[in-house]
């Protein structure tokens, strides 16, 4: 990426990062509302950090197919709840066991295992009723939008990955199984991103092909680079534990980390070829992809 291309895209993600982070803030029950220690973990669990790229993919595909910015703002906060949801729950002892999160303690190991369940089912609640308020959403696009994010989440989508990455620890598996899980897993999620972007601003059927074809392929690099970062990443700059999936077959055990890296360049090279046909006006999800290649958190 050019340097002007790279400030472009640092202004963007931090600007997008601030709104989702402010109107999260602004959606939750503040400190003190009983029972407080919930709305204590809630507020844990959705504003401490994280990169909001899911958000930023959705606030930026709206942003290409000029849609309404408030709606946008609604559905980035609700997906951003929904992975933050899963983040609380595959961080539990019996998920993948970790102690830090974004930089902090795992939410269960600040609150407890109920506490931090009970959390995750009300982030996911919530995330449901901003879709329910989100402004200017025509009703038969906020009825799709709700069964699209229903169906990234359920057994075909987040929650069918989770069950496939527990089930497979511990024994080896072949490429097919590991694109399973991780297309289900990480894939659901950006995927219904930009679908739901694409929604609020009335896209078009072609439109909202061209995207998935562009969140599919971004999805599973974005995957494989957390692969990468777990075998070879700084925990002070990722903020969450190295080696936890020292048990699973993973792209790096499957390819090496060159072979990794080079299905990286061939996914991320598809994402943008995939939004090609809307031309210049693209060019933020490109520079969000060519973003993911190189991440080192
Ligand atoms: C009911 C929503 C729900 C889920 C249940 C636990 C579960 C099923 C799924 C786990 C899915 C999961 C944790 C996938 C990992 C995806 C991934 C690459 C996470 C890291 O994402 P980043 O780097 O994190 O965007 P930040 O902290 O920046 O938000």
Redesign the pocket.
């Given at each position: 990426m050019t340097s002007r291309v790279e400030r472009e895209l640092t202004d963007f993600l931090s600007q997008a990062r601030g709104r989702i982070d402010d109107a999260l803030d602004r959606g939750l029950s503040p400190l003190g509302t009983p029972p407080p220690i919930l709305h204590e973990a809630l507020r844990a669990a959705a504003l401490a950090?994280?990169?909001?790229?899911?958000g930023a993919l959705l606030l930026a595909t709206a942003e290409m197919l000029r849609g309404d910015d408030d709606a946008a703002l609604e559905l980035a906060c609700a997906v951003e709840m929904?992975?933050?949801?899963?983040?609380v729950?595959?961080d539990l002892p019996s998920?993948d066991d970790a102690t830090m999160?974004?930089g902090k303690p795992a939410l269960h190991r600040v609150f407890g295992e109920a506490i931090a369940i009970l959390a995750?089912i009300a982030l996911?609640n919530a995330a449901y009723e901003r879709v329910w308020r989100a402004p200017g959403v025509r009703d038969r696009d906020r009825r799709t939008i709700a069964l699209r994010l229903a169906e990234a989440?359920g057994g075909s989508g987040?929650?069918g990955?989770?069950v496939g990455d527990l089930s497979g620890t511990g024994r080896s598996l072949d490429l097919s199984e590991l694109e399973y899980i991780h297309s289900h897993?990480?894939g659901a999620l950006f995927i219904a991103s930009v679908e739901l972007g694409a929604l609020s601003a009335r896209a078009k059927p072609r439109e909202i092909e061209a995207l998935n074809r562009y969140a599919k392929n971004l999805g599973l690099a974005?995957?494989i680079t957390?692969d990468l970062l777990d075998y070879s990443g700084n925990p002070d700059v990722t903020?969450k534990d190295a080696g936890l999936d020292r048990d699973k077959t993973t792209f790096v055990t499957l390819s090496g980390i060159a072979g990794a890296q080079h299905l990286v360049d061939e996914l991320i090279d598809a994402a943008s070829t995939a939004v090609a046909p809307f031309g210049r006006r693209a060019k933020r999800l490109v520079a969000l992809a060519e973003m993911v290649r190189g991440r080192d958190?």
């Open positions: 950090g994280g990169k909001r790229v899911r929904v992975h933050s949801c899963s983040l729950l595959d998920m999160r974004r995750a996911l989440i987040l929650i990955g989770q897993k990480t974005f995957q957390d903020g958190r």
